[in-house]
């Protein structure tokens, strides 16, 4: 299953905000993580040159969701006296970026997760101090519970009525982008993004769509929760139901509604990939010393899957967001 839209290049959208990057050079424990180049790849993919960007560790967590989770936090609490009580849904990751920094701003955390995460997941957001309700259902059943706890809702998917927060999520990744400009010093060809909800394309889309940059965009999800795919090539917003995948971060049934404007308009491809897919990728990856979780793993397969459709390029990233320690069932090795 793929999508392809040749004219997402000329679009053009408001740039992302300045700052962020200041904010978490500040944070304990911040540093750029690495952009690796895999030149065995670049070869099998007819390419110049491969890079992952390794978001194995990023602020002490082995996952890119700290960046947004820290800045969202960060504006959330900036006018609020006393002890809050921050709420989320998660498949793992988000979920326990907000209990960290929950815990590292002194407050409060309720995080719901649906039933088939993994118990290491679910016990490394416990491990941050945070409250866990396991929900009897879905990634999007867990969304609609978060949002009617008690507390102040931290959740990486815009819903009608709900976008601040989602937005400042988005700009939180933006570092990540901005890291990339300093690593590689060139706009790439093409950036490849696994996607859930859409959030962390939509700050991808933002950083190469908010300027003159003729940068592709890639995005990568599972068969099994292939929401953003299946919009696309309906040209509207659309919920497709969601089966287990090793890809438990993208595990998703339904787009952001504030990521799918920049998800309509920016995205120059879009593919789905197998269990099977990711878990070669996986494997490959850990053989070239990148130890990437699925989801992290998922941008390789899906280049595999979709190459001969992108014609000539030259520079391609491969954007890795989590690492082995943050998704166990998906261990190789």
């Known amino acids: 299953m793929k999508f392809l839209r040749p004219d997402a290049p000329a679009w053009r959208c408001p740039p992302a905000p300045t700052g962020v990057r200041d904010f978490h050079a500040r944070l ?65 990751n988000h979920g326990r970026a907000v209990a960290r920094m929950a815990r590292i701003f002194h407050q409060k955390a309720h995080i719901f997760v649906p039933h088939n995460v993994h118990p290491h997941a679910v016990e490394a957001i416990k491990a941050e101090g945070a409250e866990v309700t396991l929900v009897n259902g879905t990634y999007d059943d867990a969304v ?113 509604t504030t990521a799918w404007p920049f998800l309509r308009n920016g995205v120059d491809a879009a593919v789905a990939i197998s ?13 070239q010393n990148v130890h990437s979780g699925p989801c992290g793993a998922a941008p390789l397969a899906g280049l595999r899957a979709i190459r001969e459709d992108l014609g000539e390029l030259n520079t391609v990233v491969l954007i890795s967001t989590e690492g082995q320690a943050a998704n166990p069932q998906g261990d190789t090795e």
């Not at 601040?164 to 400009?181: F, H």
């Not at 990728?281 to 053989?287: F, I, V």
């Open 28 to 92: 304990p424990g911040y540093a750029p993580t690495p952009l690796t180049e895999l030149p065995a790849l670049a070869t099998e993919l007819g390419v110049r040159r491969v890079f992952v960007k390794d978001e194995s560790s990023r602020l002490g967590l082995p996952a890119f969701k700290a960046l947004g989770a820290s800045w969202a936090v960060h504006l959330v609490l900036k006018d609020q006296i006393g002890q809050m009580t921050l709420t989320t849904a998660t498949d793992g």
């Open 144 to 256: 609609a519970m978060a949002a009617k706890a008690d507390g102040i809702l931290v959740q990486d998917m815009g819903l009608p009525g709900y976008e601040e927060i989602p937005a400042w999520i988005v700009e939180g990744y933006g570092t990540l982008c901005a890291e990339i400009d300093e690593q590689l010093e060139e706009d790439p060809d093409l950036v490849v993004v696994p996607v859930g909800v859409g959030s962390f394309a939509q700050a991808v889309i933002t950083h190469y769509r908010g300027r003159d940059s003729r940068t592709k965009i890639l995005t990568v999800e599972p068969e099994t929760a292939a929401c953003v795919l299946e919009s696309l090539k309906a040209d509207e917003l659309r919920t497709v139901p969601t089966s287990d995948t090793i890809m438990a971060g993208l595990n998703c049934g339904t787009p952001s």
């Open 275 to 287: 269990d099977a897919d990711c878990a070669k990728a996986l494997k490959d990856l850990h053989d």
